[in-house]
């Protein structure tokens, strides 16, 4: 039975990205990568879990109920699908229509979200260039400055330096925004960040690729170069956002207990499934998803004390079914540990949600899929799918709805811009 589990969900995970290269990898671009983060964090981690006997990676057993979590995550795959196939749009041109967006708004706003970053940080007395110079041990890693409000607009400043690669920008321009969006992404140790950034550029430069060799090597360079970044941030986060200061950075590539790490949000929502089946912890019925997406985006003067309820009750019950209460008491992790998206919907709704969720994103991907025409559409489903990914990989819905939000911001601002624009120069 757990053979032929394994079969049907590495089949899936292999099978529909396959399938849609073959229908045309341009047009179903989104739903392929989402399909490959999806099987990179919780199809082939569960697997090996299970082939090379990680089960134990947590100090609990978990493997009796791997069979549950492969029929799960079948069952996630299918009706992913039938909601991607479930309303067939024609797609648009491939063609993005770049003339209604002057780079000029693209460039103002870039400096007026950075300037609102820097100046929440300066003002703060957070020295962002002695980090980069090794002048401060000072932490990093989660401070806010003055507002996480402002803080966030990183996000946003992440989706205009892609925006302004999609239209084609002055490419000295391009380079000093990208610098920018770095300078900052760094010293707060958000890998995620560098990864919106990367898979961002890949989004856009795969559909209107062509073959070029100067173009080709470029590419390679800059996406090299954020890579590198990436491993770099990944091996020595402790010691840029000052949890370590005063050890020596490392510049070896990542080994395997590195890459073993990253595969544990698998293992998580086995647990959960276990911790639910032995009444250890209950289905919240929703509430880690609306509540705590409320609270997420009231003010803290609304809360008794200035201070929102945290940590949330998913977070809490991790760690009672991993059986942990510090950070000493699990071997080589930490207190805290993350689920996936197929957690994060078990948690709260059961098998049911599943898969009404996985249709729902399904349609989601087809939908922005079907927009590609248009520069900003075209973004908006870039973006969505960033936002997804936070979801796949650490599965805690009002962390996604937090990051959509600023993601979009600079869009919908942009949007705005183009709608106003007609109204402005005919009174001019």
């Known amino acids: 039975m757990k053979i032929f589990l394994e079969l049907i969900v590495v089949l899936l995970s292999i099978g529909l990205p396959l399938y849609l290269m073959r229908d045309g990898f341009k047009k179903n671009i989104l739903a392929i990568f989402f399909l490959l983060i999806y099987g990179s964090y919780v199809v082939w981690p569960l697997i090996l879990i299970h082939e090379f ?12 109920y791997i069979v549950r979590a492969f029929l799960l995550d079948s069952l996630f795959l299918i009706f992913f699908a039938f909601g991607y196939f479930l309303f067939l749009r024609k797609n648009k041109d491939m063609q993005a229509d770049t003339k209604e967006i002057s780079p000029h708004i693209v460039i103002f706003l870039y400096w007026t979200f950075f300037s609102l970053i820097f100046l929440n940080n300066f003002l703060s007395d957070i020295d962002l260039l002695g980090k980069w110079l090794g002048n401060s041990n000072q932490m990093t890693y989660g401070v806010k400055g003055i507002s996480y ?4 607009l990183l996000d946003s400043l992440i989706v205009i330096t892609l925006l302004a690669y999609a239209i084609n920008i002055n490419r000295m321009h391009f380079c000093v925004m990208l610098m920018g969006c770095i300078f900052f992404i760094v010293p707060f140790g958000f890998r995620y960040r560098l990864i919106f950034l990367l898979l961002g550029f890949l989004l856009i430069f795969i559909p209107k690729f062509e073959f070029n060799i100067k173009r080709f090597i470029s590419m390679t360079i800059g996406v090299g170069l954020i890579f590198c970044t990436f491993l770099f941030v990944t091996l020595n986060r402790d010691i840029i956002v ?10 070896k590539p990542i080994n395997d207990s590195h890459l073993i790490s990253q595969i544990r949000g698998a ?6 499934y276990q911790g639910i089946d032995n009444s250890i912890i209950v289905h919240d019925r929703g509430k880690s998803f609306f509540y705590y997406t409320l609270i997420r985006a009231m003010p803290a003067s609304y809360f008794d004390n200035g201070v929102k309820p945290y940590p949330p009750i998913l977070m809490q019950d991790v760690d009672r079914v991993l059986n942990l209460s510090s950070p000493v008491d699990c071997q080589g992790c930490r207190w805290g540990e993350a689920q996936t998206i197929m957690g994060s919907i078990y948690y709260s709704f059961g098998s049911w949600g599943i898969g009404i969720i996985a249709t729902i994103l399904g349609f989601l991907i087809r939908f922005h899929s079907s927009q590609v025409g248009n520069s ?11 936002a997804t990914f936070t979801f796949i990989t650490r599965g805690y819905f009002p962390q996604v709805i937090d990051n959509w939000v600023y993601l979009v911001l600079p869009l919908m601002l942009v949007k705005i811009w183009i709608y106003i624009r007609p109204s402005f120069y005919e009174n001019h």
Not at 149 to 152: E, G, K, M, R, T
Not at 267 to 272: E, L, N, S
Request: charged share 15%; hydrophobic share 45%; glycine share 6%.
């Open 242 to 251: 000052g949890y370590s200061p005063g050890e020596k950075f490392r510049y």
């Open 267 to 272: 293992y998580v929502d086995v647990a959960i």
């Open 149 to 152: 409000w402002l803080q966030n």
């Open 53 to 64: 006997s990680l089960n134990h990676m947590l100090n609990i057993q978990v493997d009796e």
């Open 376 to 386: 900003v559409a075209r973004m908006w489903g870039i973006c969505t799918l960033l």
